[in-house]
């Protein structure tokens, strides 16, 4: 395996691209508005923490110490080693206290079941900001979108996407957002876009306060995970008469089986299927799933396209192969065929594989040389290094969890205008034609054949599949159900007195 | 004439329904009728319309404007409280209204006998604990409680419906109304063929309760077939049990002991078949199979094996909503119930 030094950074950032990263010469508007972007949150961070209590009293005690145990004094020697020992002292109590508060990620499920308790002063400035966001608010809709992972443009996530649509639409979001520690809070720097971000664990210990706001309009909750400790809180909303949704984006039990997920309990999610009002999954697989589980008709609303991403800002050349084969997103090993992409590169030396992404180390996987990592690229660039490509690839494992994925990649690798070759994972609704689904090395490595020979068939296709399916068709359909009364959504309109 | 009731909690139970509609009908009988809370746990949305004549406040406070605004009569209902300060002999008449089921010391009914003037309970049942308490030393009369009008409205079909039948089983998520055993009767009925879904419809006061009711529905299995709707405000209780009635299901208490039973007698307003312990007060207005269905109190299979009966059989729900809508309609209407508690008040007054 090889790593470029084509690309000439190694970048920082995530799954479906990052951050602007330091470039010589001017600043594209992009990257620009990224570096500003992290500016305005290190300064409303940096205002908090000057404003805050615990700082002023700090001031003012340093103040008092300096007028009367002036420095040098055998009084403030005194002072200085007793001050020592109870700040060490204070320092291991921390330690011990911090252990207790540790919750799991929803993502790779590490730390305890339970989720932190949080220090009610920052709780309510927190729930504050719901209160301006309410108030400022001119829309006749509403919406709290309980994500477990936080609200990252350079990510793009699902629940991401959906909130920026909701917020083009100027429809107030309230972001509830996973955190692993209580003292972790985001800076409420997107509330002039109508969204405030507050953490979920906050969320679920003030469900009155959350179920109570924007009262007077059409409320939609949107519950991505099916996390435990939402009991209470979707039980209030859903008396408080907002519609509640539960956006199905995978396989959760699968992530449980493979040790991941570990706040995973399969009775709570049947019970969430069906005490909201509506549920939504993002491909077949996993609607029989959810059926299963207790789901009368779940709603298909894949995943989509943020348009723009298959804009190339500057070319990048790369070293071709006799065909280039490519990937980028997350290379997780639980899911990545890491043996189906060696056993391919070996098979076909004159060939070049390229992976952007992150997730696992690269080198401990023995890959051979004609196997290129990029590593991090900021997803902006990725047009650029994918338009070197003659096909694009998704060889995930074949089991429940690939099964139950739609991965957004397809959708860009389509906008790039890129013939798909995937293992493991369907390719989206009505996208069978464009995604060949190849099992076995043998097969796979003939669809990659295939698709190369056939490089520009389906060209206009690709293109215009890719901008049918943007997030905002996916709003849309969200919406038409609770506009509609579609699955319970009636009843619940019914219960809280807006339909007859 | 004018008389004060008193109640300590403003929140979503059915003392504050029962308030509703005295204030909405007494005026007319010529009762100029106000309302004091000690403590609001949100219930405003109970009164909404009638804000004007509610006020939240302190026994302290209470006194004051009992002093300032000349009432003639009284009446506490289940709130001791007052009963300390209570004296003088500038103070109006007191009656004692015992809705609570919650108990309270025996030296207390004792000492509240010697007080007030009357005691009124709204079920015969009540009366006999009530007057086992107090011993004979003030008067117990019978004044039932009423159903407010939006629970009295035609009874329509409804374009929503649940996709299966319901299990309702409603109020204050604590020991007294016995939401154990609902989830106990909910696990038997979960092992038999075509469960209902089970509703459970309000909140609990004491907030450990919520890890219990997550905890007991996950063991038992039952979790997965539960729809909690915590705190539903009583304005939307009618149309909640208008999809009950719907989805072909029923409506269940568990309570280990009433004053009165309003949920259920809410729902057979609403003409939502009931199922109750055949225990008073609840035998007063449900007669077996006619009106309702009774079970074995403290009975979980009783319960589960009434349940299966009823939503099995289409033609008894149908029978038993009929027959219960009638009972309430005659014996609970407004305009029944207003005029007993008027003639009690005003036979005090004389």
Same mark, same amino acid.
């Given at each position: 395996?090889?790593?470029?030094?084509?690309?000439?950074?190694?970048?920082?950032?995530?799954?479906?691209?990052?951050?602007?990263?330091?470039?010589?010469?001017?600043?594209?508007?992009?990257?620009?508005?990224?570096?500003?972007?992290?500016?305005?949150?290190?300064?409303?961070?940096?205002?908090?923490?000057?404003?805050?209590?615990?700082?002023?009293?700090?001031?003012?005690?340093?103040?008092?110490?300096?007028?009367?145990?002036?420095?040098?004094?055998?009084?403030?020697?005194?002072?200085?080693?007793?001050?020592?020992?109870?700040?060490?002292?204070?320092?291991?109590?921390?330690?011990?206290?911090?252990?207790?508060?540790?919750?799991?990620?929803?993502?790779?499920?590490?730390?305890?079941?339970?989720?932190?308790?949080?220090?009610?002063?920052?709780?309510?400035?927190?729930?504050?900001?719901?209160?301006?966001?309410?108030?400022?608010?001119?829309?006749?809709?509403?919406?709290?979108?309980?994500?477990?992972?936080?609200?990252?443009?350079?990510?793009?996530?699902?629940?991401?996407?959906?909130?920026?649509?909701?917020?083009?639409?100027?429809?107030?979001?309230?972001?509830?957002?996973?955190?692993?520690?209580?003292?972790?809070?985001?800076?409420?720097?997107?509330?002039?876009?109508?969204?405030?971000?507050?953490?979920?664990?906050?969320?679920?210990?003030?469900?009155?306060?959350?179920?109570?706001?924007?009262?007077?309009?059409?409320?939609?909750?949107?519950?991505?995970?099916?996390?435990?400790?939402?009991?209470?809180?979707?039980?209030?909303?859903?008396?408080?008469?907002?519609?509640?949704?539960?956006?199905?984006?995978?396989?959760?039990?699968?992530?449980?089986?493979?040790?991941?997920?570990?706040?995973?309990?399969?009775?709570?999610?049947?019970?969430?299927?069906?005490?909201?009002?509506?549920?939504?999954?993002?491909?077949?697989?996993?609607?029989?799933?959810?059926?299963?589980?207790?789901?009368?008709?779940?709603?298909?609303?894949?995943?989509?396209?943020?348009?723009?991403?298959?804009?190339?800002?500057?070319?990048?050349?790369?070293?071709?192969?006799?065909?280039?084969?490519?990937?980028?997103?997350?290379?997780?090993?639980?899911?990545?065929?890491?043996?189906?992409?060696?056993?391919?590169?070996?098979?076909?030396?004159?060939?070049?594989?390229?992976?952007?992404?992150?997730?696992?180390?690269?080198?401990?996987?023995?890959?051979?040389?004609?196997?290129?990592?990029?590593?991090?690229?900021?997803?902006?660039?990725?047009?650029?290094?994918?338009?070197?490509?003659?096909?694009?690839?998704?060889?995930?494992?074949?089991?429940?969890?690939?099964?139950?994925?739609?991965?957004?990649?397809?959708?860009?690798?389509?906008?790039?205008?890129?013939?798909?070759?995937?293992?493991?994972?369907?390719?989206?609704?009505?996208?069978?034609?464009?995604?060949?689904?190849?099992?076995?090395?043998?097969?796979?490595?003939?669809?990659?054949?295939?698709?190369?020979?056939?490089?520009?068939?389906?060209?206009?296709?690709?293109?215009?599949?890719?901008?049918?399916?943007?997030?905002?068709?996916?709003?849309?359909?969200?919406?038409?159900?609770?506009?509609?009364?579609?699955?319970?959504?009636?009843?619940?309109?019914?219960?809280?007195?807006?339909?007859? | 004439?004018?008389?004060?009731?008193?109640?300590?909690?403003?929140?979503?139970?059915?003392?504050?329904?029962?308030?509703?509609?005295?204030?909405?009908?007494?005026?007319?009988?010529?009762?100029?009728?106000?309302?004091?809370?000690?403590?609001?746990?949100?219930?405003?949305?109970?009164?909404?319309?009638?804000?004007?004549?509610?006020?939240?406040?302190?026994?302290?406070?209470?006194?004051?404007?009992?002093?300032?605004?000349?009432?003639?009569?009284?009446?506490?209902?289940?709130?001791?409280?007052?009963?300390?300060?209570?004296?003088?002999?500038?103070?109006?008449?007191?009656?004692?209204?015992?809705?609570?089921?919650?108990?309270?010391?025996?030296?207390?009914?004792?000492?509240?006998?010697?007080?007030?003037?009357?005691?009124?309970?709204?079920?015969?049942?009540?009366?006999?604990?009530?007057?086992?308490?107090?011993?004979?030393?003030?008067?117990?009369?019978?004044?039932?409680?009423?159903?407010?009008?939006?629970?009295?409205?035609?009874?329509?079909?409804?374009?929503?419906?649940?996709?299966?039948?319901?299990?309702?089983?409603?109020?204050?998520?604590?020991?007294?109304?016995?939401?154990?055993?609902?989830?106990?009767?909910?696990?038997?009925?979960?092992?038999?063929?075509?469960?209902?879904?089970?509703?459970?419809?309000?909140?609990?006061?004491?907030?450990?309760?919520?890890?219990?009711?997550?905890?007991?529905?996950?063991?038992?299995?039952?979790?997965?077939?539960?729809?909690?709707?915590?705190?539903?405000?009583?304005? %939307?209780?009618?149309? &909640?049990?208008?999809?009950?009635? #719907?989805? @072909?299901? $029923?409506?269940?208490?568990?309570?280990? *002991?009433?004053?009165?039973?309003?949920?259920?007698?809410?729902?057979?307003?609403?003409?939502?078949?009931?199922?109750?312990?055949?225990?008073?007060?609840?035998?007063?207005?449900?007669?077996?199979?006619?009106?309702?269905?009774?079970?074995?109190?403290?009975?979980?299979?009783?319960?589960?094996?009434?349940?299966?009966?009823?939503?099995?059989?289409?033609?008894?729900?149908?029978?038993?909503?009929?027959?219960? %809508?009638?009972?309430? &309609?005659?014996?609970?209407?407004? #305009?029944? @119930?207003? $005029?007993?508690?008027?003639?009690?008040? *005003?036979?005090?007054?004389?």
């Amino acid at each position: 395996m090889k790593k470029s030094d084509d690309t000439g950074e190694g970048l920082s950032g995530g799954d479906e691209g990052t951050r602007g990263a330091p470039e010589s010469g001017p600043l594209s508007e992009e990257t620009l508005e990224g570096v500003l972007g992290e500016r305005d949150a290190l300064r409303v961070q940096l205002f908090q923490l000057d404003h805050s209590l615990a700082i002023r009293l700090v001031r003012g005690y340093w103040g008092l110490v300096n007028r009367w145990l002036p420095k040098g004094t055998g009084r403030r020697r005194v002072y200085d080693r007793l001050r020592g020992g109870v700040w060490k002292l204070g320092w291991a109590m921390r330690r011990w206290g911090r252990q207790g508060h540790i919750a799991a990620c929803p993502e790779t499920g590490e730390g305890s079941r339970e989720a932190p308790s949080v220090p009610r002063s920052r709780d309510d400035l927190s729930l504050g900001v719901l209160r301006r966001l309410e108030q400022e608010s001119r829309s006749e809709l509403a919406s709290i979108i309980l994500s477990g992972t936080e609200l990252r443009e350079d990510e793009g996530q699902r629940p991401t996407q959906i909130v920026r649509e909701l917020s083009r639409r100027h429809v107030p979001v309230v972001f509830g957002y996973w955190r692993w520690e209580t003292g972790y809070w985001l800076p409420q720097n997107r509330l002039s876009e109508g969204i405030a971000q507050i953490p979920l664990d906050v969320m679920t210990s003030h469900p009155r306060v959350i179920a109570d706001a924007f009262a007077d309009c059409t409320r939609i909750a949107l519950f991505t995970f099916p996390h435990p400790s939402f009991f209470e809180l979707q039980a209030t909303l859903n008396a408080a008469g907002w519609v509640t949704l539960y956006d199905v984006l995978d396989d959760w039990e699968e992530f449980h089986r493979v040790g991941q997920a570990v706040w995973y309990d399969r009775e709570f999610e049947e019970h969430l299927v069906r005490s909201v009002d509506a549920v939504f999954v993002v491909n077949e697989c996993l609607a029989d799933r959810i059926k299963s589980l207790g789901a009368s008709d779940p709603m298909v609303v894949a995943n989509g396209l943020r348009p723009g991403i298959d804009r190339i800002r500057s070319p990048r050349l790369l070293p071709r192969g006799s065909v280039t084969v490519g990937y980028f997103g997350y290379l997780s090993p639980a899911w990545f065929d890491w043996d189906l992409l060696r056993e391919s590169a070996l098979a076909r030396p004159d060939w070049i594989f390229y992976l952007v992404g992150y997730g696992v180390d690269v080198d401990a996987m023995g890959l051979p040389e004609n196997v290129v990592f990029l590593g991090k690229v900021d997803q902006r660039e990725l047009a650029a290094i994918a338009a070197n490509w003659d096909v694009a690839i998704i060889p995930f494992k074949s089991d429940k969890l690939a099964e139950g994925a739609d991965p957004i990649k397809t959708y860009e690798y389509l906008a790039m205008d890129l013939p798909v070759v995937v293992t493991g994972v369907n390719a989206p609704p009505g996208a069978d034609a464009l995604v060949d689904r190849a099992t076995g090395l043998e097969d796979f490595l003939g669809s990659l054949e295939r698709a190369h020979q056939g490089r520009k068939d389906f060209s206009e296709q690709r293109r215009s599949y890719a901008a049918a399916n943007t997030w905002s068709d996916r709003v849309d359909q969200i919406l038409e159900v609770v506009e509609e009364g579609r699955q319970r959504v009636r009843e619940k309109r019914f219960l809280s007195g807006s339909v007859g | 004439m004018k008389t004060l009731f008193v109640y300590k909690y403003l929140s979503l139970g059915g003392v504050e329904s029962v308030l509703r509609t005295r204030l909405r009908h007494l005026p007319t009988f010529g009762i100029d009728a106000r309302c004091w809370f000690l403590q609001d746990l949100g219930g405003r949305s109970v009164f909404h319309g009638l804000d004007d004549l509610i006020q939240v406040g302190t026994v302290g406070e209470l006194m004051e404007c009992v002093r300032s605004e000349g009432f003639d009569l009284v009446t506490s209902i289940d709130t001791e409280e007052i009963l300390p300060c209570y004296t003088g002999d500038d103070l109006p008449r007191l009656v004692f209204e015992a809705h609570s089921a919650y108990g309270g010391t025996l030296e207390n009914w004792r000492i509240l006998g010697r007080k007030v003037t009357a005691v009124f309970v709204p079920s015969k049942h009540h009366a006999s604990v009530i007057g086992a308490l107090v011993g004979g030393q003030a008067t117990v009369r019978v004044v039932p409680n009423l159903v407010g009008n939006r629970f009295l409205g035609p009874v329509k079909k409804c374009e929503a419906r649940p996709p299966d039948p319901v299990l309702a089983w409603l109020g204050r998520i604590d020991e007294h109304k016995n939401w154990k055993l609902f989830i106990e009767i909910a696990s038997l009925l979960v092992q038999r063929p075509n469960p209902p879904e089970f509703w459970i419809v309000g909140g609990p006061v004491d907030p450990n309760v919520v890890g219990e009711l997550f905890e007991k529905a996950r063991r038992q299995h039952v979790l997965s077939r539960l729809r909690w709707l915590n705190r539903l405000s009583h304005q %939307r209780i009618p149309a &909640l049990l208008d999809l009950v009635r #719907e989805s @072909g299901g $029923a409506t269940i208490s568990t309570s280990k *002991a009433e004053s009165f039973g309003m949920t259920i007698v809410e729902a057979m307003a609403r003409a939502c078949p009931v199922i109750v312990p055949r225990q008073g007060p609840f035998t007063e207005f449900v007669e077996d199979r006619k009106t309702g269905i009774l079970y074995t109190p403290g009975s979980d299979v009783s319960a589960a094996d009434g349940v299966t009966e009823l939503l099995a059989d289409p033609a008894l729900q149908a029978r038993l909503s009929r027959a219960g %809508r009638d009972v309430v &309609l005659e014996r609970f209407s407004p #305009e029944a @119930g207003t $005029a007993l508690v008027a003639k009690e008040l *005003a036979a005090l007054f004389n």
